[in-house]
């Protein structure tokens, strides 16, 4: 019952909020950062040795070379094939190849971001820290990286300057610009370009804003569920309050696999909606090319 109680936090925040480690400020290391280095570091050792599994083998092999070795990377392989095949190509077509190293990477970067989440690397922490160290907030990895607005801001503005230099380099400076008239009557330039101008901008701010906010919001409902066992024992004691306890933890236990399927959809909404946004700036340089010359606009997907 002690180690149930010590994970049930008083305020169900204390999952969610970034604490500081040492320095301060900008210069601060902090629980975030920690997990953001070890997603990094598990995203890239994951994909180094899911490549090596997928690689074509020897000719001896016969027609096995072309199989990759392994479920986990056979997963990622028809992952990564869907998302190149079926998500981005219809969207970028002849620029596929281009982009789809970035949204690979910001795909399963977000997943695992999201996904260590779930694992109780905090709560386990914290156990550790109140039996042995005598603190039950120590604790120097863990929580959820993507539920900090600083780093799906930092995620989205990378996104943000991609898409830029995409459109400039696609359209050029001039086809950069008029995509802000969107395709209007010079006469509507006052009322279009401002909007475009701030869709410009908005469009990454909902992509920080939407990843954030539900992680955010699943983690606390999960914490606030595991505090109602808290209460429970502490109020009722251990038979009055068992009930409580049992329904706090199935309930706790549902939301865990609905939290297992949000991780995934939500890298999968991030890294689409780059791509959508990379694309409609292309989509609009070869839209221009084609009315220039009098045929009908052919989407990008169609090359």
């Known amino acids: 019952m002690e180690s149930l109680l010590l994970l049930a936090a008083d305020n169900p925040l204390d999952h969610v909020v970034d604490v500081e480690l040492f320095g301060s400020g900008l210069w601060a290391f ?3 950062t920690g997990t953001l280095i070890l997603a990094a570091v598990i995203t890239v050792w994951v994909m180094m040795s899911a490549a090596r599994s997928i690689a074509t ?22 992952t990564c094939l869907y998302i190149r095949d079926e998500v981005v190509r219809p969207l970028l077509g002849e620029n ?7 949204l690979w990477t910001l795909f399963f970067f977000i997943l695992i971001n999201n996904l260590l989440g779930l694992v109780p690397l905090l709560d386990v922490q914290h156990l550790f820290g109140a039996l042995v160290l005598g603190d039950a907030h120590w604790a120097i990895v863990g929580g959820t990286a993507t539920g900090n607005i600083a780093i799906t801001a930092g995620l989205a503005i990378i996104a943000f300057i991609i898409i830029q230099v995409n459109g400039l380099r696609s359209c050029g ?3 950069w610009a008029t995509h802000f008239l969107g395709g209007a009557p010079l006469m509507l330039a006052p009322i279009m370009i401002p909007v475009e ?12 804003v939407r990843l954030f906010a539900n992680m955010v919001a699943g983690h606390t ?8 066992t808290k209460m429970g024992l502490e109020g009722l004691g251990v038979f009055g309050g ?4 049992i329904a706090a933890v199935i ?14 959809i939500q890298a999968f909404v991030f890294m689409f909606l780059t791509a959508v946004f990379i694309a409609q700036l292309t989509t609009h340089h070869h839209d221009d090319s084609h009315e220039e010359h009098g045929a009908e606009p052919v989407p990008v997907g169609a090359h």
């Open 173 to 175: 400076i001039k086809g």
């Open 30 to 32: 902090t629980l975030h």
């Open 251 to 264: 309930a706790a236990f549902a939301l865990t696999f609905l939290e297992l399927l949000v991780a995934f």
């Open 57 to 78: 083998g020897p000719e001896s092999q016969g027609v096995d070379r072309y199989l990759a070795r392994g479920k986990l990377a056979q997963m990622i392989e028809v």
């Open 221 to 228: 409902l999960l914490a606030t569920l595991l505090m109602f």
């Open 96 to 102: 596929t190849d281009k982009f789809i190293p970035y």
């Open 197 to 208: 101008i701030m869709g410009t901008f908005i469009k990454p701010f909902a992509l920080a």
């Open 242 to 245: 068992a009930p409580i306890t």
